[in-house]
């Protein structure tokens, strides 16, 4: 009679080939980090467009003579733009590039004394500011720079400037502190910059005033802040801007965002 043996399988703990063992509790915790990790870069996605998506897309137009355009204005102005994501701004001193941007843009911030030669580019600037998109006219850009293209200074700037000072300290007193551009600036600041004579056009838009520079002890004041009354646009004039000593102040970086903020109707 043959004798059976009876062979008993060693009973394994925590044996990972046992169903009732940890493993698949591993796996799930494994596949639960997985999948909120893929969430996680989802919502961090989603958040970053939408971000990019309040944006306001600003172009700076620059070039020229007697200033330091891509100090102050690409580098500078397009910083203080760009912090905390307010702004996505795109910088050229080609001005014939303009048109070609413009559809792309909420805001365009001309700082510019460089002749704008293309009669398609001038008409392309006309047709964005009369679709009611943002118009800036930034210090240099508030000269008479063309006198073959007059309708600029009649219909965009409403008038301009034909000197200035000599480079030095004066006096910017805000006339009104209730309006968004104005918002958050010091009624009353000092720095040093060139005083433009900016004078409005009486046979143009028409201007108001929202601050104006002058010396102290002159009884000469002359806009440096304002806003073009254009029947479809947004236009703001900011005669200041010569040097650091205006874009690297509080009250300038604060005008200029506020500026965009309101021509671009945010």
Same mark, same amino acid.
């Given at each position: 009679?043959?004798?059976?043996?009876?062979?008993?399988?060693?009973?394994?703990?925590?044996?990972?080939?046992?169903?009732?063992?940890?493993?698949?509790?591993?796996?799930?915790?494994?596949?639960?980090?997985?999948? #909120?990790?893929?969430?996680?870069?989802?919502?961090?996605?989603?958040?970053?467009?939408?971000?990019?998506?309040? #944006?306001?897309?600003?172009?700076?137009?620059?070039?020229?003579?007697?200033?330091?355009?891509?100090?102050?204005?690409?580098?500078?102005?397009?910083?203080?733009?760009?912090?905390?994501?307010?702004?996505?701004?795109?910088?050229?001193?080609?001005?014939?590039?303009?048109?070609?941007?413009?559809?792309?843009?909420?805001?365009?911030?001309?700082?510019?004394?460089?002749?704008?030669?293309?009669?398609?580019?001038?008409?392309?600037?006309?047709?964005?500011?009369?679709?009611?998109?943002?118009?800036?006219?930034?210090?240099?850009?508030?000269?008479?720079?063309?006198?073959?293209?007059?309708?600029?200074?009649?219909?965009?700037?409403?008038?301009?400037?034909?000197?200035?000072?000599?480079?030095?300290?004066?006096?910017?007193?805000?006339?009104?502190?209730?309006?968004?551009?104005?918002?958050?600036?010091?009624?009353?600041?000092?720095?040093?910059?060139?005083?433009?004579?900016?004078?409005?056009?009486?046979?143009?838009?028409?201007?108001?005033?929202?601050?104006?520079?002058?010396?102290?002890?002159?009884?000469?004041?002359?806009?440096?802040?304002?806003?073009?009354?254009?029947?479809?646009?947004?236009?703001?004039?900011?005669?200041?801007?010569?040097?650091?000593?205006?874009?690297?102040?509080?009250?300038?970086?604060?005008?200029?965002?506020?500026?965009?903020?309101?021509?671009?109707?945010?």
């Amino acid at each position: 009679m043959s004798k059976i043996i009876e062979i008993q399988e060693p009973v394994m703990k925590n044996n990972l080939f046992s169903p009732a063992l940890p493993l698949t509790r591993n796996y799930m915790s494994i596949l639960l980090l997985l999948v #909120s990790g893929l969430m996680f870069t989802n919502c961090k996605v989603n958040t970053s467009t939408a971000n990019n998506s309040k #944006s306001i897309r600003t172009l700076i137009v620059g070039g020229g003579s007697s200033h330091d355009f891509n100090q102050w204005y690409k580098q500078a102005d397009a910083e203080t733009l760009r912090k905390d994501g307010f702004a996505t701004v795109r910088y050229t001193d080609n001005t014939d590039s303009i048109a070609y941007y413009l559809p792309q843009t909420d805001v365009l911030y001309l700082t510019n004394n460089q002749p704008i030669k293309d009669p398609q580019v001038r008409q392309a600037i006309f047709e964005f500011v009369n679709a009611g998109k943002g118009l800036i006219l930034g210090h240099a850009a508030l000269w008479y720079n063309w006198s073959d293209w007059p309708e600029y200074n009649l219909q965009l700037a409403s008038g301009g400037s034909r000197g200035h000072d000599r480079y030095g300290s004066f006096d910017v007193t805000v006339s009104n502190t209730n309006h968004p551009v104005t918002k958050g600036v010091e009624p009353k600041f000092t720095l040093k910059d060139e005083l433009y004579y900016y004078k409005p056009d009486p046979t143009g838009a028409g201007v108001e005033v929202l601050a104006n520079a002058s010396v102290a002890g002159s009884d000469r004041s002359f806009p440096s802040v304002f806003v073009v009354k254009h029947p479809q646009a947004r236009i703001v004039g900011l005669a200041l801007g010569h040097d650091a000593e205006s874009h690297n102040i509080t009250a300038y970086q604060t005008l200029l965002r506020n500026a965009v903020k309101w021509t671009a109707k945010k």
